[in-house]
């Protein structure tokens, strides 16, 4: 007997009607029917035909009255975009690869054919738009059972079909993170075998699936499965080198590679900030490069922080991310660890000035950062940091009230620099800034235009003696 379900949506009914008047079959499938077996709506439908899908899209947008689709030849698409809704339309095909590529050469199929090629059971299931056999599930191969069993297994052979599309492999990682079902052992084991074909897929397309698991509410689930398949050593081998404990007399260091993602998952609680959570799973970054054992005191990871700031920029290169989001990142990374060094009576405000500076308006991020970093399976000692985070944001309160350093604008501009000190542009002038910049940050005088005139005038002359160093020269020589 046939299953059906209940399809009240109006969009699908009339694109059903125009099926019949086109006299093609017309089916919707994946994601869609996936989610609403599941209870959840989707505004992304797939549309199957069995027929020419793309003359088939232009035909509901004429008889909806709507722009035409866009459509994609090489893979003989349509996208219709209606108000808060996308139409994605193709004709049923069948599939096959080269070795060396995941394009397809594509021919037509029927509908059996086009289930049997889709990646998962669960996105495998079709249902009629046609009237005479409306809400009609076609499930050959029990895609249904899998959801309800929450389970991710492929229509056919996992090898043949990771062998086809290896971006597969994340796929499934990712459909098990967003929808928290487990992978059958057949298809981690077809993962763990071919991991290695995951090179001939681009970079950007890899790249999209790892920010798609990273914006899962529970990012960890894929991350793991990722390094326990070898997956991760295959397409962020940086990330997978925090795997792993060492101990050297009485003392071990923690996997880092799991406090990493304790982390990611403590900072996805409290944010849907992708790039704050890219900033968790990257924070302890270098500590494989500064990993040192030193008797009588344990395992050291001096300056990770700052090589791990260094890393980012080649990272996002790698990765084909955003490189205007590795400003921010690389802060982050860099500044890690100042807020817990903070906490002391004798702290000054010179510090906590220097850290709100830095941060900037990102100070806020950090601070969400520093609090998911605390991982400890001690409960007197979590309950200890968070109320030394409280005393830091105590003092940052204080010391903002007083110093408005928060929304920092450097008090005097370059022309007025060289307009009071007779200059001509060149590096005395952003030299003498950031002298203003520190003697505000030392606390020796106030954030105000009128006393860094002050101080200006009557430190001049010294200044003008000196030979400008740029400022993180000048840093690294303190």
Not at 129 to 153: F, H, M, Q, W
Not at 423 to 428: D, E, H, I, K, R
Not at 440 to 453: E, K, S, T, W
């Amino acid at each position: 007997m046939s299953t059906t379900i209940t399809l009240n949506d109006a969009v699908l009914k009339k694109i059903g009607n125009i099926a019949d008047a086109s006299n093609v079959r017309a089916y919707v499938v994946g994601g869609y029917v996936r989610d609403l077996l599941r209870g959840f709506e989707v505004k992304e439908i797939d549309i199957v035909v069995v027929g020419n899908g793309i003359e088939f899209a232009q035909r509901v947008a004429r008889e909806l009255g709507c722009n035409a689709p866009v459509v994609y030849e090489n893979f003989g698409t349509a996208l219709l975009l209606l108000p808060e809704r996308k139409l994605e339309f193709v004709g049923a095909r069948k599939e096959s690869y080269t070795r060396n590529s995941r394009k397809p050469r594509v021919s037509v199929g029927t509908l059996d054919e086009d289930l049997s090629r889709r990646d998962f059971t669960v996105n495998a299931i079709a249902v009629s738009l046609n009237a005479d056999t409306y809400g009609e599930v076609i499930d050959p191969y029990n895609g249904i059972k899998d959801i309800e069993s929450r389970r991710l297994t492929t229509p056919l052979n996992p090898e043949a079909t990771f062998d086809d599309d290896p971006l597969r492999i994340l796929r499934a990682m990712r459909f098990a993170a967003q929808l928290q079902f487990s992978i059958d052992e057949r298809v981690l084991q077809a993962a763990r075998t071919m991991a290695d074909r995951l090179r001939i897929v681009s970079q950007e397309r890899i790249t999209e699936e790892l920010l798609k698991i990273l914006a899962t509410q529970k990012p960890s689930v894929g991350f793991f499965l990722m390094y326990e398949t070898g997956v991760l050593s295959v397409i962020f081998p940086e990330l997978a080198a925090l795997g792993g404990v060492e101990q050297r007399e009485d003392y071990h260091h923690k996997d880092v590679f799991k406090h990493t993602l304790q982390v990611v998952d403590n900072v996805a609680l409290v944010s849907e900030n992708l790039w704050l959570r890219f900033a968790a799973l990257v924070h302890d970054i270098a500590k494989p490069k500064t990993k040192a054992f030193k008797p009588g005191i344990g395992w050291t990871f001096h300056g990770h922080e700052e090589l791990g700031a260094r890393m980012i920029r080649p990272l996002f290169q790698k990765l084909r991310l955003p490189l205007d989001k590795v400003p921010y990142i690389e802060k982050l990374v860099r500044l890690h660890l100042r807020p817990q060094a903070l906490v002391d009576d004798g702290v000054t405000d010179s510090a906590i000035r220097r850290l709100m500076f830095e941060a900037g308006n990102d100070i806020d991020d950090l601070i969400t950062l520093c609090r998911a970093d605390i991982t400890s399976k001690n409960p007197k000692l979590i309950q200890q940091v968070l109320q030394n985070y409280e005393r830091v944001l105590q003092r940052m309160a204080e010391v903002e009230e007083k110093d408005r350093i928060r929304n920092w604008q450097p008090p005097l501009r370059g022309d007025e620099i060289m307009t009071l000190c007779n200059l001509q542009p060149g590096p005395m002038v952003g030299y003498i800034k950031d002298a203003i910049t520190d003697a505000i940050l030392d606390g020796v005088i106030p954030n105000d235009h009128d006393a860094a005139v002050q101080y200006l005038l009557s430190k001049k002359d010294e200044l003008l003696q000196q030979t400008p160093v740029k400022k993180k020269q000048r840093n690294a020589q303190a």
